[in-house]
């Protein structure tokens, strides 16, 4: 089945630093990768996406990067701020096996990021 | 309204209860999901409904039942829960049931089974 590696699971980075957390998926029928952000206590937050059919993609200063034949995905946050401190959940969908038009998303394990004053 | 809300925030309930979660989404969204997150781990898919039909069971004990009243509605009944179900209980939803359907979650029923 899809196993979703998702590295490092803890992340410290002063303020103003980049911060970087990689994934990889093992499935190459997985065609959508979505990114979580999980505040302590909250939902987890959409906060940018990518298709296999694109390379990279930015949001101000979020930018996720997919290279498929490596099988590789990952997420750069720029200028980091204190209000990026949380649990940050990569996600490789695929079509769901027993059934023709639903999908899974598989998520990786997380990754706490604290972003340091 | 963009956003999907779910009742009650918390809940505590003992072996022999009965109970029910509820989520609510008005974004016109043909799927939705129950998932299941216990501390310090990700989400772990339950149900998938679409157009108000569940899709997919992931082999979750009939204690866990899924109800889907409308499109903008998702129950689950629960009964007879262990202890180890307790957890955080997410509903999300999206537009339809494709790979590349992004999916929304709601604020989650803190559930603990005494």
């Known amino acids: 089945g899809e196993n979703v590696e998702q590295h490092p699971s803890t992340l410290s980075v002063q303020e103003g630093d980049s911060a970087v957390i990689k994934c990889t998926y093992s499935d190459s029928a997985s065609n959508y990768f979505p990114w979580y952000k999980q505040e302590l206590g909250k939902r987890p937050q959409l906060i940018i996406d990518i298709r296999s059919n694109v390379g990279e993609k930015k949001d101000q200063r979020i930018a996720v990067t997919l290279n498929k034949t490596a099988k590789h995905f990952s997420l750069h946050i720029t200028e980091t701020q204190p209000e990026d401190s949380a649990v940050y959940f990569c996600?490789?969908?695929?079509?769901?096996?027993?059934?023709?038009?639903?999908?899974?998303?598989?998520f990786g394990s997380g990754t706490r990021l604290s972003i340091q004053p | 309204d963009t956003e999907v809300t779910q009742t009650p925030k918390h809940l505590v309930m003992g072996m022999t209860n009965k109970k029910s979660l509820k989520c609510e989404q008005h974004m016109g969204h043909r799927a939705m999901y129950w998932y299941k997150q216990k501390a310090k781990k990700p989400p772990e898919l339950m149900f998938v409904?679409?157009?108000?039909?569940?899709?997919i069971n992931e082999s979750v004990p009939s204690r866990f039942s899924p109800e889907c009243p409308n499109s903008s509605l998702l129950n689950l009944h629960l009964h007879a829960l262990q202890p180890e179900d307790s957890a955080l209980y997410l509903c999300a939803s999206s537009q339809e049931l494709g790979t590349a359907s992004e999916q929304y979650f709601g604020p989650g029923t803190r559930l603990t089974v005494t």
């Open positions: 996600a490789a969908s695929k079509p769901h096996p027993r059934s023709s038009n639903a999908s899974k998303i598989i």
């Open positions: 409904y679409s157009y108000e039909k569940l899709s």
